[in-house]
Every structure is written in structure tokens, then in C-alpha cells.
Nanobody, 129 residues
């Protein structure tokens, strides 16, 4: 699976942005997809994840209620709609794909970036105050 994130940019605090991640490969529709972010000087952190069917979504507490993850398996694309953006949301955002066929039920493995198999190059989101 190859992943390409896009849609990042500069936005004012309180604004919205939608970033996308286009995937190639036949296993996309069977993979949990996640968004992670990394701010300068900080470790990469979990933002959101979505099961392969799209029925189950998971969010970090810091973005719950503001961000929405979704996917379109027909287009091999996963999205992250970000609303009410804050300066602390500034980071490079990465999309990642989990192992094909691994369910999200039973454990929260998708929270740990070390459990994701494939990574895109990232897209920069800058939120000005």
C-alpha cells in the first residue's frame, strides 16, 4: 500500500480544513486507517482511526468533537475533517494503514504508530492564532 496525504495548509484559529489520503493497493479496503500528527520537537501522536468498514471510528481526546475521520473504499481514500482548529493542532499530519484484516475490536492497537504497516509522507497543517 502506498499512501499520499494532501490538503494541508495555513488556517486561522477556529477555521476548518479537510485533509485527504489517497491509497494505492488492493488491501486498502481491508485495512484500518489512521491519522497521526507530529509537532516540532514532539513525538508522533495518534489523532484518529477508522475500521475497514468505516463503522467504527476512534479519536484522541484532544480532537474529539472537532475532527471527523471518514473513508471511501471505492476511491481508496481516507479523510480527516478538522473543525474549530486551534494553534496546538499545528503539526505534520500523517496517514497510516494497519495490517490488512486486523480488526479494531479487542484491543486499541491502532493507537500506537508502531503497529501501523504503511505510512504516507505527511501534510503540514499550520493554525495561526
Amino acid at each position: 500500500v502506498q499512501l499520499q496525504a494532501s490538503g494541508g495548509g495555513l488556517v486561522q484559529a477556529g477555521g476548518s480544513l479537510r485533509i485527504s489520503c489517497a491509497a494505492s493497493g488492493r488491501t486498502f479496503s481491508r485495512s484500518t486507517m489512521g491519522w497521526f500528527r507530529q509537532a516540532p520537537g514532539k513525538e508522533r501522536e495518534f489523532v484518529a482511526a477508522i475500521s475497514w468498514s468505516g463503522r467504527n471510528t476512534y479519536y484522541a481526546d484532544s480532537v474529539k468533537g472537532r475532527f471527523t475521520i471518514s473513508r471511501d473504499n471505492a476511491l481508496n481514500t481516507v479523510y480527516l475533517q478538522m473543525n474549530s482548529l486551534k494553534p496546538e493542532d499545528t503539526a505534520v499530519y500523517y496517514c497510516a494503514a494497519g495490517p490488512p484484516g486486523r480488526p479494531t475490536s479487542g484491543s486499541s492497537w491502532y493507537l500506537d504508530p508502531r503497529n501501523m504497516d504503511y505510512w504516507g509522507k505527511g501534510t503540514l497543517v499550520t493554525v495561526s492564532s
